[in-house]
């Protein structure tokens, strides 16, 4: 099959394995796949992972149980075993054994083939278009945050980073009807956080007062959870969403003195990511910048990691 791999560098490979679907899995042929900040830190070294990267997608199954032949679905990217202590205590998305869908121990999506275990999978409903169901996975992470962290109408809330999730979670929490900002680079993002009505100040112009009662830290570099750390309020709550390729440089002072919570925040909720796609409470299509063959996936990286595309997506069979 026609794959992108990573090992070392990047490359477009138009002969490599067909995934085997193990016990319980099936084998989903993939129809869009879009790149993420966790997929470019991969490049950079992230996880160590070497392989097929990506974890986003929409696809069609075309090897598993009759129930789920030819349905268009999205997956989960979180392999489990079941049988450890997390599975057993509801914790299934930190199982022990776990691998993750192009990211920890096992091939992922950009690729025209991926194998997913049918405990994963989600059905998408008719009137969500391939260009919506493409951004489940990360609208699901989007979501986790107000599922970690009690969001009401009464509170400060900062985003800070207006790159691909940020500008997600942005969206998700607008449901809330709290006081909302989002801090961020790019005027390109920041644009899109104005035409959806959501207050959007260039970091720039931003002058910490340590008044938020949330911060979500989405920038993807150490500095922004510094600018986190001072803009939130004592005894607030920091949720963090970066992760960093390498040693990070952050000043974890403030965050005793201040008695700050961090909260780790990761995969979501598929369901409510779906339900509010489909319900049209969340916008996504214009956030896709390109959208090009798999065979120029490397192209693809380059553009995603450039400041004037905000979504880049990838389309194998091409």
């Given at each position: 099959m026609n794959a992108l791999v990573f090992q070392e560098s990047l490359r477009y490979?138009?002969?490599?394995?067909?995934?085997?679907?193990?016990?319980?899995?099936?084998?989903?042929?993939?129809?869009?796949?879009?790149?993420?900040?966790?997929?470019?830190?991969?490049?950079?070294?992230?996880?160590?992972?070497?392989?097929?990267?990506?974890?986003?997608?929409?696809?069609?199954?075309?090897?598993?149980?009759?129930?789920?032949?030819?349905?268009?679905?999205?997956?989960?990217?979180?392999?489990?075993?079941?049988?450890?202590?997390?599975?057993?205590?509801g914790l299934a998305n930190h199982c022990r054994r776990r691998t993750v869908v192009g990211i920890a121990g096992r091939d992922g999506v950009f690729a025209d083939l991926v194998a997913v275990p049918e405990a994963n999978l989600h059905a998408v409903p008719e009137n969500l278009s391939d260009e919506q169901a493409v951004f489940v996975e990360p609208l699901a992470a989007a979501f986790q945050v107000i599922r970690q962290v009690p969001i009401e109408k009464r509170m400060k809330v900062a985003v800070v980073g207006s790159g691909r999730l940020g500008l997600l979670v942005a969206q998700v929490l607008r449901t809330t009807g709290c006081k909302l900002d989002v801090v961020g680079r790019n005027p390109l993002t920041l644009g899109f956080c104005d035409r959806k009505g959501i207050q959007a100040t260039p970091v720039s112009e931003v002058v910490p007062k340590g008044d938020r009662d949330v911060v979500v830290e989405c920038s993807g570099a150490p500095e922004g959870f510094n600018l986190a750390a001072n803009l939130v309020r004592p005894r607030g709550t920091i949720v963090l969403k970066s992760t960093y390729a390498g040693a990070a440089q952050l000043n974890l002072a403030k965050i005793v003195v201040d008695e700050i919570n961090v909260v780790g925040s990761r995969c979501g909720p598929f369901a409510d990511a779906i339900n509010a796609l489909a319900r049209g409470e969340i916008e996504v299509e214009t956030m896709v910048s390109r959208t090009l063959p798999l065979s120029r996936g490397v192209e693809a990286f380059a553009l995603a990691d450039d400041p004037r595309s905000i979504k880049v997506l990838l389309r194998p069979g091409g």
């Open positions: 490979e138009p002969r490599y394995p067909d995934p085997v679907a193990g016990v319980g899995e099936v084998l989903v042929a993939v129809k869009l796949a879009g790149i993420c900040s966790t997929d470019l830190e991969i490049v950079r070294g992230y996880m160590g992972f070497t392989g097929v990267p990506g974890h986003e997608f929409v696809g069609t199954v075309v090897n598993g149980p009759k129930r789920w032949k030819g349905q268009r679905v999205v997956a989960e990217i979180n392999c489990v075993c079941g049988q450890c202590s997390m599975c057993q205590h």
